[in-house]
């Protein structure tokens, strides 16, 4: 559900000068024998509990569907139910268990789905990838582990239990994110609040301009009607594709394009340029990925963990990614591993021109000022090498240790166009934000003396604007998906020292934007306000995973503290 959908679909159909045109569908047609939903307190183990339901289900034969958040999150709660599975002697439980998500082959999707059919199998672990669009059979069962971002995907996704028979929902927040408690704390707002408006900017240069490479392929474009059609801007994205020779112009003052351009675009996201994963032993693809995940995922020496037509989790180890022939060559190491590779990266933001005109926000501390600007920029992130790790299993804990690593030259580049708000302090706010930080470091010195913990040791050295910045915008990404229809994953936050001063940068997660980025610039005090009340909501004392860190900061999560956040929203928001 969107919010004014009648507006928005006019805006994407670009007819508002004929709204009466426009019939909106208010209400689904579709059968439904009714549901009953349980919203369970915010779990701090939520896979193991997960997994209790999961075997609760198989065990009184039901079927169901469990929506997690992303695919490493899918293959650990199937690590997890096998090995539990194992040990309480039922592992022909998780053998009905299979995981779905996009980068599966058709022909591998095909067959869980056909299984599902059949009741091989009676479990489908699954990401976004089965919120719609895919015929399901009846389940008896939805879990919700994790609230999925938005309130349409949560309805999108319960929707998928008690179509022909009455079904059981199950929301399963996960303690340690911000909306899984605030949603778990207020349960009655998944059903009943206001869902979240969408956003997004079809004029985008990126967009336009594939738009303009489809249209010259479909019917060709009078020179004259160019502007009319396109905006201002459409003159200087066609000499932009006509240089690339992307489109050409006819005797007759005409623009026409080559091939068919639809098949490798994607205006909500990379262009489709995807990765095909083949098992050394057998010369066969079993799965695909986009090129900018493979750079992440399957570079030389990654591990990576794939679920085979028999339910078996499998362990591989890439040996080569070939990026001319969009394939990486992965070898089998077996059902059991104790190895974990993570990628070493770096990013770098290049400003290309502004997109509007600079904002001075008012704070409540004397003289103090943030300036916002909306630009066009280039993001490139690079893998430049990785670690590999090996956990043993002891008596009363594990050890993680490195065994091994490697560097890339040169290393593993995506780089797309995208919306950035670049965000500037004054010298007065620099001021403020370095007198909080002396009294709170006077104050942990009185605490622990001369044995400063290490959670702490940032503090001493990273710079009390880079803190103080960093940590602001963690916390307003969490609040994206209660301000607008995107999820916190559609934007990302990269703070920089230049030319002596820090500056931190907004910036969407995908080619030619999402509009996420775009919205901070345009509400940056709502969504200050919801941050701050999340931050707030969260009873830990410096900052953790529930309010402050995330999982895919580009900084490692280094230099953060929550007070010096809350400094910055505060004097934002009232």
């Not at 693809?285 to 339910?311: R, T």
């Not at 936050?493 to 775009?518: H, L, M, P």
């Not at 509400?523 to 004392?541: G, R």
Request: hydrophobic fraction near 35%; include cysteine; proline fraction near 4%.
């Amino acid at each position: 559900m969107l919010d004014f959908p009648a507006e928005m679909a006019m805006r994407f159909s670009d007819r508002s000068e004929e709204p009466e045109r426009l019939h909106l569908i208010s209400k689904s047609g579709a059968d439904s024998a009714g549901r009953t939903i349980l919203c369970l307190e915010p779990s701090d183990t939520a896979n193991p509990d997960a997994c209790q339901i999961i075997l609760s289900w198989l065990r009184h034969d039901l079927s169901g569907i469990v929506f997690c958040n992303s695919r490493s999150a899918v293959k650990k709660l199937l690590g997890i139910i096998k090995r539990i599975a194992d040990k309480n002697g039922e592992s022909y439980l998780a053998d009905k268990v299979a995981i779905f998500y996009g980068s599966l082959q058709f022909n591998r999707r095909q067959d869980i789905i056909q299984k599902l059919e059949a009741g091989i199998v009676k479990v489908i672990l699954s990401t976004s990838a089965l919120e719609a669009g895919i015929d399901l059979p009846r389940l008896d069962c939805c879990l919700v582990r994790g609230y999925p971002g938005s309130l349409m995907s949560w309805r999108q996704r319960i929707g998928r239990a008690g179509r022909r028979n009455p079904g059981l929902v199950m929301f399963l927040p996960v303690a340690q994110n911000p909306l899984d408690n605030f949603y778990g704390n207020q349960p009655d707002l998944l059903l009943n609040g206001e869902v979240e408006s969408a956003a997004f900017n079809p004029n985008y240069p990126t967009i336009l301009g594939k738009h303009l490479e489809c249209s010259c392929v479909e019917s060709g474009i009078h020179l004259n009607e160019i502007t009319e059609r396109f905006g201002e801007v459409a003159g200087v994205i066609a000499d932009s594709l006509l240089k690339q020779e992307k489109i050409y112009i006819t005797n007759s003052s005409e623009l026409w394009g080559y091939g068919y351009p639809h098949r490798n675009l994607n205006i909500r996201g990379h262009a489709q340029n995807d990765v095909e994963l083949i098992n050394i032993n057998t010369g066969k693809s079993f799965e695909k990925m986009q090129m900018s995940l493979a750079h992440k995922e399957v570079f030389p020496g990654a591990i990576y963990f794939a679920q085979n037509y028999d339910s078996e989790l499998i362990f591989y180890r890439s040996e080569n990614l070939d990026l001319d022939k969009k394939q990486a060559i992965l070898k089998p190491l077996g059902k059991n591993c104790n190895l974990e590779s993570k990628p070493k990266t770096e990013l770098v933001i290049q400003e290309i021109q502004q997109l509007a005109k600079s904002q001075i926000i008012q704070t409540n501390i004397p003289h103090a000022r943030l300036r916002l600007s909306l630009i066009w920029g280039e993001i490139t992130s690079s893998v430049t090498g990785y670690d590999l790790f090996a956990t043993e299993y002891i008596k009363g804990g594990e050890i993680t240790r490195i065994v091994d690593g490697g560097s890339f030259d040169p290393p593993y580049q995506t780089q797309y166009q995208a919306p950035v708000v670049k965000v500037e302090i004054n010298y007065a706010f620099s001021n403020a934000i370095g007198e909080n930080l002396r009294e709170i470091k006077e104050k942990i010195k009185e605490k622990y003396q001369d044995k400063i913990p290490d959670k702490f040791k940032d503090l001493w050295s990273s710079n009390s604007d880079f803190i103080a910045l960093h940590s602001m915008g963690h916390q307003l990404m969490f609040a994206v998906p209660l301000v607008v229809l995107s999820s916190s994953q559609d934007v990302q936050w990269f703070v920089k020292q230049e030319r002596g001063e820090t500056i931190g940068y907004f910036f969407d997660t995908c080619d030619g934007g999402n509009g996420a980025s775009e919205a901070i610039f345009n509400q940056l005090l709502k969504f200050a306000q919801k941050a701050t009340k999340l931050a707030k909501n969260c009873d830990c004392e410096y900052g953790c995973p529930r309010c402050l860190t995330h999982h895919s900061c580009p900084q490692q999560n280094r230099g953060l503290y929550k007070d010096l956040g809350l400094l910055i929203l505060e004097a934002i928001a009232k």
